[in-house]
Nanobody, 119 residues
Framework: QVQLVESGGGLVQAGGSLRLSCAAS????????MGWYRQAPGKQRELVAT???????VYADSVKGRFTISRDNAKNTVYLQMSSLKPEDTAVYYC?????????????WGQGTQVTVSS
């Protein structure tokens, strides 16, 4: 099984920055997509950003220009650099990983890390 360990959440003032990290167990060549989703109280979980094995990225419109996703395949780690944070970015952020079908497939989730942005 794949295990994801997240770090980097916390409390920050509006306009500030945070960097989330998520390290995955297992072999990097088995990983297809990695990314981040978030869930605010009373809302559904939503996409924040994803990055493919070749480096292609997808961002939610609400974070474009403020968040940057990156990936270190040697460390099986995905990062989310968050800048110009807004109170509406407050949520639990979940790391996500999709494994290649030929290696068993499947979607895997981290335990979540709280990000709170104060106004």
């Amino acid at each position: 099984q794949v295990q994801l360990v997240e770090s980097g959440g916390g409390l920050v003032q509006a306009g500030g920055s945070l960097r989330l990290s998520c390290a995955a167990s297992g072999s990097s060549f088995k990983i297809n997509v990695m990314g981040w989703y978030r869930q605010a109280p009373g809302k559904q979980r939503e996409l924040v950003a994803t990055i493919g094995s070749g480096g292609s990225t997808v961002y939610a419109d609400s974070v474009k220009g403020r968040f940057t996703i990156s990936r270190d395949n040697a460390k099986n780690t995905v990062y989310l650099q968050m800048s110009s944070l807004k109170p509406e970015d407050t949520a639990v952020y979940y790391c996500y990983l999709n494994r290649w079908i030929r290696y068993g497939g499947g979607d895997f989730w981290g335990q979540g890390t709280q990000v709170t942005v104060s106004s």
